[in-house]
DNA sequence: CGACACCTTGACCAACGTCAAATCCGGTGG
DNA sequence: CCACCGGATTTGACGTTGGTCAAGGTGTCG
């Protein structure tokens, strides 16, 4: 009987089964910087963050660093590796959760083909995400990386609030630079130059004006002038 | 009855409900070049690979590029946007697939759910690879980037055939670069560096021998010394 | 044999990374 | 209330990886 659950998985499940789900369930919280699961270690839970915010992110042998995403209110945690977690999973803020054991939720799938049918809707658009993070990476360059992430953040909080113009960071530059295949500096760089062309407006306690949406929209999308242009050969 | 049923989801089908998915199924072949969907367009059939290659990607307005990966015999293909298909699938060979209509496929996970598990296991395992390739294009260097092409290819060809250390790449060096987030130059520039190394064997076909694995494994996992090179050229 | 698409190679260059230092800011203790 | 500390952020100078541009090579097919 949680706040969240018209936000999670389980508004799918119906009221006969629920019992059945929250006779295994367990509500876990975490403070800022507790480590929720580590990657490689056995998948023995699947979670459903129920307030606060984390960071998913992998790490290379000599420490670089790559964050897969932030988790906030609504977003279910786990599926992917079969038998072990793929990524680490850190609060960036005071968190709440739901905790499932893996087996259990797994066979409660079964026995409710509409939760089965909420947990893939959730993989498919997960997956959509992260392809569309994939251009990002691949092709963005620093100024549309930030004003893609800043875009994504403005529809993931109008999705919860409504405030669709005033965002929050609670994650750290290094956590963006991470996520957006950067470094700290050239994230810091690029937010003071969209600071000074008044397209964000940004306060110290880690809350963000977009200015100019459609404008940070439009870099984000690649519409911006860029200084060489593929078009066709000029001679 | 398709040969490639033991690889495809329709292997957690039932033999009761198989007549079911059969009806509504078409064969579908498509030549080198030919775009089986294209990004954006309502996503009224999922596909399920049962002989050749495919690439999938996105596009930026201004023409680049993103390839979000490659699909081989086996592979599923039409998860992810809701309603319309997030990316352009085009034929990389001659290509032969199954073709099942969105809506009834989708009715027949609610009666199916061996089926349903078997869809959300394939979406699941898609995830992970997207995760992996996140860390690929977000944070390791070109020669990682094609070392760990190299290597995902040789696992997945040897779930498939046997060889491991003979490869076979059907796609261009264009595609190869749009999947790493790099330019065909350097892709061409990493290939030649590793050959001079004895590391691979290059043929015209596009036939590949990995000779030294272990040591473009160490390069793939960031475990190299970031300097210079290593090992005599075996030429 | 020639056209064409793909691949390789070389010279140059710029976007972003690296290194270093200054500044900001919240928390802590006197 | 204020001085101080440490981590986060910003800013600056400079370097490097990989991109850009251009030319030439190679294989295929009609």
Redesign the interface.
Known sequence: MCEARLLSVCKAVPEADLARLAGTTTMIELDKGQVLIREDDPSAYLFNVTAGALKIY?L???G???V?GFLFIGDFLG????TNY??TAEALTPVQLCRFPRQRFMRL??EC?SL??E???K??????C??????V????TARERIASFLKDLSIRTERLDRSIEQIHLPMTRTDIA????LTTETVSRVFTEFRQQGRIRLEPDGNVHLLDPSGLEAIA???EP?SR??TPARK
């Open positions: 992998k290379l042998p000599d670089r660093r790559q897969l599926f992917g590796g079969q793929g990524f799938l079964d083909p089965e049918h947990v893939l809707g993989a498919s658009s997960e997956l959509s992260a392809q569309e993070h994939m251009v990476l691949g092709r963005k991470d996520y957006l295949g999308e690649g519409k860029r242009e593929r």
